[in-house]
């Protein structure tokens, strides 16, 4: 088993939708959060970074952390064509290396 | 601007030929990595690099060797000993210690590399 599991995708919605994505972990040790997006033939870019359980939200994007159930959310309000990409969650614990999902592949259709 | 930059952006190589990609960054980061990227198995790490003149090996750094004489570069070879290496390679960088900051990396574009 993975130490983080993220569905693949590709996950269709229409322009307007919310959407969410998600990832499941199993290491306890996690404390740090993060969603990157990469684009086609891109580098990963940091899209938002949570420390410890909780919600952040940033303009159309809200990150919730649930250590409790090992859970994490990406939600996406009224998504737009460029929000199409692939998204990776990533964490970590204190003091070692960044873990991945395997990325989950959004489109939003106009 | 700030920023890393990885070439070549496409490479194509022979069996039984090593290569090099080539990562400079301009963000005065101390840390810097490599990563791999397959579909559908998410990034995985070669090597790193926290401090000039020293890097450890990553989870998967068989075949592959890296060098950090500036702390502005950190070169990736794949040797002719990676037995499957056609992939995504990403270069990232952070911060180093133990602030916030080391925590969130910043990537390259990626140099996508064929073996023929």
């Known amino acids: 088993q993975k130490e983080v599991e993220q569905d693949p995708g590709p996950l269709s919605v229409p322009e307007g939708a919310i959407v969410s994505l998600n990832c499941t972990y199993s290491n306890s040790a996690f404390q740090y959060f993060m969603w990157y997006r990469q684009y086609s033939r891109k580098g990963p870019e940091l899209l938002m970074y949570?420390?410890?359980?909780g919600n952040k939200e940033d303009g159309r994007f809200t990150a919730q952390v649930d250590k409790s159930s090992k859970y994490i959310s990406l939600f996406i309000r009224d998504s737009q064509p460029s929000d199409s990409a692939t998204y990776l969650c990533a964490m970590k614990g204190a003091g070692n290396m960044l873990t991945f999902g395997g990325g989950t592949r959004l489109m939003v259709k106009p | 601007d700030g920023g890393i930059t990885q070439s070549p952006k496409y490479l194509f190589r022979k069996e039984g030929q090593n290569v090099t990609l080539s990562c400079e960054q301009n963000l005065n980061h101390d840390a810097m990595y490599w990563y791999r990227q397959d579909p559908g198995q998410g990034l995985r790490l070669i090597y790193y690099?926290?401090?000039?003149?020293?890097?450890q090996k990553g989870d998967i750094a068989e075949g592959y060797s890296v060098s950090r004489e500036k702390k502005e570069s950190f070169p990736l070879t794949v040797t002719s000993a990676q037995k499957n290496p056609t992939a995504f390679y990403l270069c990232?960088?952070?911060?180093?210690?133990?602030?916030?900051?080391?925590?969130?990396?910043?990537f390259g574009a990626g140099s996508r590399l064929t073996v023929l």
């Open positions: 949570t420390y410890s359980s």
């Open positions: 690099s926290q401090i000039v003149n020293d890097f």
């Open positions: 990232a960088s952070s911060l180093g210690g133990r602030s916030s900051g080391a925590n969130v990396l910043t």
